[in-house]
Structure formats: C-alpha cells, structure tokens
C-alpha cells in the first residue's frame, strides 16, 4: 500500500472545505418501525415504505395463523375419511361371508 492509496481511504472523512461542513448540518432520525437512523432528507420516505413492509409482514402472519387452523381441521377430516374407509371395509367382508354362506 503507497501512502497515495492511504490519502484516498482517508479522504471522505476529511472536511476539505471548512466552512461547507455538510455531515455536521445533517440530523440523524431514527425509524420507529425497524430502528435505523437516516438524515432528515432520507427519513420520510424510508417510513412510508417501512410501514407498508411490517404491514405485509403482519398480514402475511395472520394469513400463516389462518392455515395453520385449516391444515389442522383438515388433517382431522383426513382421519374421519380413514375411520371411515375402515368401517365400510369391514362391513363389506361381513357382507361377504353372509352372502357365501347363504
């Protein structure tokens, strides 16, 4: 590493202009919705659209909740069906033995 690749690492930190300090005049905000901090230009845009993430998200979770009772109700008609298969086929081999010996 040269010394001019090291003066290109520190020059954005480096005020060039005094008297145009532009990292001082920016006010950092902080996103109520997911915490991050953005400067007063950046800050009403990023919470509309953090709003509208964390409302799919929430919307996607009760969606979740709302399969989850239907996989249970139909994993439970699923076993009726197989109670069922049960039962007619017993009733079927009963049938059959009547009819073989009539």
């Not at 020059?11 to 007063?40: K, Q, W």
């Not at 800050?43 to 909740?65: L, P, V, W, Y």
Request: aromatic share 8%.
């Amino acid at each position: 590493m040269s010394p001019g690749d090291f003066w290109y690492v520190l020059m954005p930190t480096i005020n060039l202009i005094p008297f145009m300090n532009i990292f001082a005049y920016m006010v950092a905000e902080l996103c109520e919705y997911c915490g991050n901090r953005f400067d007063s230009r950046g800050i009403g845009r990023h919470r509309t659209k953090c709003r509208k993430s964390q409302q799919k998200e929430e919307a996607a979770a009760e969606k979740q909740k709302g399969n989850a009772v239907r996989n249970v109700q139909i994993r439970d008609l699923f076993e009726k069906v197989k109670v069922m298969e049960q039962n007619i086929e017993e009733l079927t081999n009963q049938l059959i033995k009547l009819l073989k010996e009539v």
